[in-house]
């Protein structure tokens, strides 16, 4: 075959996770519930329950995350794993995990951010699965837990 023989296809349209976090979600009509989205209200109060986090543990926390992320990035068995499971794995996870509790609005915030529903591992370990349990049948997407999880939590705030 030549190669100026190409077959163009037209790709399908696919909805990226950052549309369902930027999403207004009283105003969303589709298949999914309300509560697979952020609103801009829930947003602003999760970053105002986060900023009452001490400086030095938010200083603390964005430290470590940084390491936690470079690991992420360079360890083979991370960077292409299919499961953000193998990310607690690591041992730059470890500190971040001994923070407790009190980095949970932390996570939360982070989590506020599509590409970071991975916090997901984190917030779980933190918790040692305790208030981590999604009852609803829609929870393969790792990105979708993640949205209900901050909505959980915000919830007993």
């Known amino acids: 075959m030549a190669s100026d023989s190409i077959v163009k296809v037209p790709l399908q349209t696919v909805h990226e996770p950052e549309s369902i976090w930027n999403s207004n979600a009283d ?50 068995k991370t960077r292409y794993s299919a499961s953000t499971y193998s990310y607690a794995k690591l041992p730059e996870f470890i500190p971040l995990k001994s923070m407790g509790k009190q980095i949970v609005p932390l996570i939360m915030e982070r989590m506020i951010n599509p590409s970071d529903f991975y916090f997901l591992v984190l917030y779980e370990a933190v918790l040692e699965g305790n208030e981590t349990k999604d009852d609803s049948k829609f929870s393969g997407s790792e990105q979708i837990r993640a949205i209900r999880c901050v909505k959980k939590w915000l919830e007993k705030q």
């Not at 001490?54 to 690991?71: G, M």
């Open 27 to 76: 105003n969303k009509q589709d298949s999914l519930s309300t509560r697979d989205f952020l609103t801009n209200t829930e947003k602003e109060k999760i970053k105002e329950l986060a900023s009452q986090v001490p400086d030095s543990i938010r200083n603390r926390f964005a430290s470590l995350v940084d390491k936690w992320n470079i690991a992420i990035d360079h360890n083979p």
